[in-house]
Structures are given as C-alpha cells and as structure tokens.
C-alpha cells in the first residue's frame, strides 16, 4: 500500500523560503505522475505544481510559476516544492498525490490522483 507523508510547512514571513517534501513509501513503481496541491481555507483545493515520476516533466500552476520549484530524488522515494518569494495568499494546507497511471499530462483535477498524504499547513504571515 502506498503512503505518502508531507512536512516542512510551517509560519513564515511573506518574502521567504519553504521547502516542503513528500516521502512515499510502498510500491512507488506504480507512480506515473506526482503532484502538490493546496486547499484554502473555504476554497477548493487546486493544483500548485506536477512532476513526471519517471521522465521528470514539471508543470506549474500560473499562481506560483516562477516562484516554486517541483523536483524528485527517486532513490529517497521523495518529492520536494521549494516555495520562494511566499506570499500571503500562499496559505494553506499543501498536500502531495500520486497517479498510479492515468492517461494525459499534466493532471490537474484533484480527483485524477490515487493517493494523497495527510497535508502539512504553510501559513505566511504579511
């Protein structure tokens, strides 16, 4: 059964750095595609950034392109979201998936991933 655990969230300033990982356990070759997603308070949650589990591929939300960088070390089985330049509205709960195979790329629909962790809060302070 796979697992996946985020951390590294936390408060911050607005301006600073998060690196936020997602360590996943269990039969990782089933993974086609990895993504972060974060969910506002009384806001749907959405897509912040997608990785390719085998090619590397990476998309990003428009919100955080620029800002936010997605990247995997297979051989810890984790994946990573250097958040820079945080912001305000960057507060939430941020929680990373995998796809066990799904047609198309990027995935951008929350209910198109298989697995999720448990979520770590990011709460950036003006």
């Known amino acids: 059964q796979v697992q996946l655990v985020e951390s590294g969230g936390g408060l911050v300033q607005a301006g600073d750095s998060v690196r936020l990982s997602c360590a996943a356990s269990?039969?990782?070759?089933?993974?086609?595609?990895v993504g972060w997603f974060r969910q506002a308070p009384g806001k749907e949650r959405e897509i912040v950034a997608a990785i390719s589990w085998s090619g590397g591929s990476t998309y990003y939300a428009d919100s955080v392109k620029g800002r936010f960088t997605i990247s995997k070390d297979n051989a810890k089985n984790t994946v990573y979201l250097q958040m820079n330049s945080l912001k305000p509205e960057d507060t939430a709960v941020y929680y990373c998936a995998a796809d066990f195979g799904k047609a198309g790329w990027p995935l951008t629909q929350s209910d198109q991933y298989d697995a999720w962790g448990q979520g770590t809060q990011v709460t950036v302070s003006s």
């Open positions: 269990g039969p990782t070759s089933r993974f086609y595609d």
